[in-house]
C-alpha cells in the first residue's frame, strides 16, 4: 500500500504540513536546484499552492534560492546530527579519522545512508596545502556512490530487498542488476577501490563500518596519488580498514555499554 492508497484511511490530516513536506522530501532527491514552476510540475500541484509554503520553508531556514530556484540548505541534515547513535557515531569516529588523515596525506569522509541516497556526515583535511575532499551533507543517490557498493553489498537481508525496491524503480532493472554484481564483489573484497566516475584522477577507497545490525556507515578516502609519493595505495587502503574496524569496535562497544 503506498502513501495515498492509505490516504483515505488515516484519521488525521495537515494538508498544509503535507505540501511542505512533499517540497521537502522533493528538494532532497534532486542534485540541482528547482525553480517553484518545476517543483509545480513535479508534484502535480499549482505554483499558487505552493507558494505559501516555499515561503515559510525558506523564511525558517530550511531551503534557499539559488539563481531563481530553491535548495535545502542544512537545516534539516543539522537537526539529523542532533540524534544520539548519529553524534556518538561521529565523536568516535573523529579521532580515528584524524589518525588515518595523518598517517595517509589523504583527507577521509564518513558516510551514511538515508534512503536509496548517501550523506556524508564528517570530514578531516588531509595535511598539506593539497588535498581532495566534499562538503559535510553532501548527498548522492547509492547506485551512483562508490559507498553504494558497500551499503547494498554489506546490508542485511530485509535492508537489502527495500533497497533493492527503491533503486529498480530509479534507475531501472538493467543498471540496478550490473550495480548488485558489483556490490557483492565489494562485500566479498572487504573495501572498495574505485577510480571516481565524476573526478580524474581520485580513486575511491571505502571500508564498512558496521554495528549491532550490519552496516551503520562507511569511511573514504578519496585517494590522490602525490608526487613524490608519501602513502602508496596498498598502505592506505590497510590502513583506512583498519580505521574502519576500530570504528566499528568501538562504536559497537558504546551501544553495549
Not at 95 to 105: C, E, Y
Not at 111 to 140: H, K, N, T, W
Not at 213 to 220: F, K, P, S
Amino acid at each position: 500500500m503506498t502513501l495515498q492508497d492509505g490516504a483515505e484511511d488515516r484519521k488525521y490530516r495537515a494538508p498544509a504540513l503535507e505540501k511542505g513536506l512533499d517540497v521537502l522530501e522533493l528538494l532532497s532527491a534532486q542534485a540541482e536546484p528547482m525553480t517553484p514552476s518545476q517543483m509545480s510540475a513535479t508534484l502535480g500541484r499549482s505554483v499558487s499552492e505552493l507558494f505559501r509554503m516555499i515561503q515559510v520553508l525558506e523564511f525558517r531556514g530550511y531551503i534557499e534560492q539559488a539563481s531563481g530556484a530553491y535548495r535545502l540548505t542544512n537545516r534539516l541534515f543539522t537537526l539529523g546530527m542532533s540524534q544520539a547513535p548519529i553524534r556518538s557515531l561521529v565523536d568516535v569516529a573523529l579521532p580515528v579519522m584524524r589518525d588515518l588523515a595523518t598517517a595517509t596525506s589523504q583527507s577521509c569522509h564518513l558516510v551514511v545512508p538515508s534512503g536509496d541516497q548517501i550523506v556524508v556526515i564528517a570530514r578531516v583535511e588531509g595535511p598539506g596545502d593539497l588535498g581532495y575532499s566534499v562538503r559535510i551533507g553532501y548527498r548522492r543517490n547509492i547506485i551512483e556512490a562508490t559507498s553504494g557498493l558497500m551499503f547494498y553489498g554489506c546490508a542485511t537481508g530485509r535492508t537489502r530487498v527495500q533497497l533493492h525496491q527503491m533503486l529498480v524503480k530509479r534507475s531501472g532493472v538493467q543498471k540496478v542488476r550490473r550495480f548488485v554484481t558489483a556490490a557483492e564483489a565489494a562485500a566479498l573484497a572487504g573495501h572498495v577501490e574505485r577510480p571516481s566516475d565524476f573526478v580524474k584522477g581520485v580513486t575511491d577507497l571505502v571500508a564498512p563500518i558496521r554495528g549491532a545490525d550490519g552496516i551503520i556507515a562507511t569511511l573514504i578516502t578519496p585517494y590522490i596519488e602525490r608526487m613524490p609519493p608519501t602513502c602508496p595505495m596498498p598502505e592506505a587502503v590497510s590502513r583506512l580498514r583498519e580505521a574502519a574496524e576500530i570504528i566499528s569496535t568501538e562504536t559497537s562497544a558504546l551501544s553495549q555499554a
